[in-house]
């Protein structure tokens, strides 16, 4: 098994400025035979800082390998919250969580578990949030030394570069930012995997003595959670993806997984025009058409940016993005109408030359994790030149959205490292469980598709499938139906079956 790690180690440098030249293969199945200290459980505010109410979290820390080939080489500093049980006498087991990204702390989500959790299930579980590997507190993985280094990096950088001059400040923008990791991000910089991520879930199980551990993951955590599934199935109780990914195309085509995230977005778009419509005068947006008028506001905006009342103007990259985050959260769907009313009337812009000062100075809070699980997990072509015309034909195929998304991923065109062979997986993602995995699918979830969730329940050992007819990017907390199937199944009470559909708590521009 440890043979082809071996001949490995022998073949990559230790130097991560420079691309690995060994072939990145599917990682096998393994078990980490390491010794599981205990977890000293402490106030977090003592830990972390954060004004967290000692009578209802605790936190600790637990040391994992930077790499699992070889154990010995360095460790990093996982940090994880505790929700405690609030009924220990009826305590069922332990219940991590993540809420996705990647990159995303998972702290927080698990001391405010009842936004998606109901109390039944509090009552049982204690519930652990973890940062995980280059997360937040989790020995964070840095590309910058300061904030002003870091903006002035990220200074050509836009979310929608349309004109010459904008594609080639985008792409010295990612060249930088690649760069910069080189330099500064240190030994961790390969490890960044989802892999690994996943064994070190396995360590904390080990750590909290726990037989098995049940899981919730949410969009990118739903990989997580397939992979640590496929990686330790004996180990998994009860396992929930909400938002979820397709691990196999997210593993072996990060281009062609990003191209469909792009037709996702605009099958979400698409539903909110209709919806907005159907909805006459309780959506601001709605008469005339309301999708040949968004399509006009986007083409205005694809020439320069318009004026709004309040005296802030709207460029095409902040539109997009704000379309984008606004079809995730469906609380956000009615300003959106909002706003896109406003633009429809709304002037040009008076023209200037004169770029805006950038506040600068201080350390550099943020980390770059999330850029590097991504160009770690997801195979991308190591060609530059290929990126700007792949956002002109991804943008014909969704005109508001593939030219975003396309420049999303240009970083990872010189992305100083590949990952390991022994850090990374590619599946199976078929090994049976004790229990289905219930993974939950918005119909019109414009971050990762709904065909994501239909193909991970048929890729995945055993699973069932709830689907979700609404707009936004993940269901827990917004819909009854959901969350009472979520408490039943993790209860032992059984679940629906395949099949099952749900609706929203509340449509779109409900009141």
């Known amino acids: 098994m440890f043979s082809g790690i071996f001949r490995l180690l022998a073949c990559t440098t230790a130097a991560i400025t420079t691309v690995a030249l060994c072939p990145t293969v599917a990682s096998a199945s393994v078990s980490i035979a390491l010794p599981a200290s205990e977890l000293h459980w402490q106030s977090c505010k003592e830990l972390t800082g954060a004004p967290v109410d000692p009578a209802v979290a605790d936190c600790a820390t637990h040391h994992v390998p930077r790499g699992y080939a070889r154990p010995s080489a360095g460790s990093v500093e996982i940090v994880m919250l505790r929700r405690r049980a609030t009924d220990p006498d009826s305590r069922r087991g332990t219940l991590f969580v993540n809420p996705g990204g990647p990159g995303t702390s998972g702290l927080h989500t698990a001391y405010r578990a009842e936004r998606f959790l109901d109390a039944e299930v509090l009552a049982r579980y204690d519930v652990i949030g973890f940062d995980p590997r280059g997360v937040n507190l989790s020995d964070p993985l840095k590309c910058f030394r300061s904030q002003t280094e870091h903006d002035d990096t990220l200074r050509g950088a836009m979310a929608v570069p349309v004109t010459e001059d904008e594609i080639a400040g985008a792409m010295r923008a990612a060249d930088g930012h690649s760069a910069a990791c080189a330099r500064v991000a240190g030994p961790l910089l390969p490890h960044m995997t989802t892999f690994n991520a996943a064994q070190d879930l396995e360590q904390l199980r080990r750590a909290t003595r726990e037989r098995q551990i049940s899981f919730i993951g949410f969009s990118y955590g739903s990989l997580l959670g397939a992979t640590y599934a496929n990686l330790h199935p004996d180990h998994l109780d009860a396992m929930v993806l909400d938002g979820a990914v397709d691990p196999r195309l997210r593993s072996h085509n990060g281009l062609e997984y990003d191209r469909q995230r792009a ?236 099949g099952t559909e749900c609706r929203p708590d509340a449509g779109p521009f409900a009141g």
């Open 263 to 498: 037709i996702g977005m605009e099958i979400a778009l698409a539903e909110f025009l209709r919806a907005c419509e159907e909805a006459g005068t309780a959506c601001a947006f709605s008469g005339g058409d309301p999708r040949r008028k968004f399509d006009r506001v986007r083409e205005r905006l694809r020439g320069g940016p318009l004026a709004l009342p309040d005296g802030t103007t709207m460029t095409l990259s902040a539109f997009t993005t704000r379309v984008a985050d606004s079809l995730a959260t469906p609380s956000r769907l009615p300003g959106l109408a909002r706003a896109l009313a406003l633009l429809e009337t709304a002037p040009p812009a008076p023209r200037t030359d004169s770029t805006a000062a950038v506040a600068a100075g201080g350390p550099y809070r943020g980390d770059d994790s999330e850029a590097a699980y991504n160009c770690l997990d997801k195979p991308y072509p190591a060609a530059v030149g290929t990126w700007p015309a792949r956002a002109d034909r991804w943008e014909r195929q969704a005109p508001t959205f593939g030219r975003m998304v396309a420049f999303e991923s240009a970083v990872c065109a010189t992305w100083p490292v590949r990952s390991y062979e022994a850090d990374r997986y590619t599946g199976p993602w078929n090994r049976e469980t004790d229990q289905p995995v219930l993974v939950i699918g918005n119909r019109y979830d414009p971050t990762t598709q709904y065909r994501f969730a239909e193909r991970l329940t048929d890729q995945l050992g055993r699973a069932e499938l709830v689907t979700v007819d609404m707009i936004g990017h993940t269901a827990l907390g917004l819909s009854r139906c959901a969350d009472d199937i979520t408490t039943d199944y993790l209860l032992g009470r059984g679940s629906p079956g395949h």
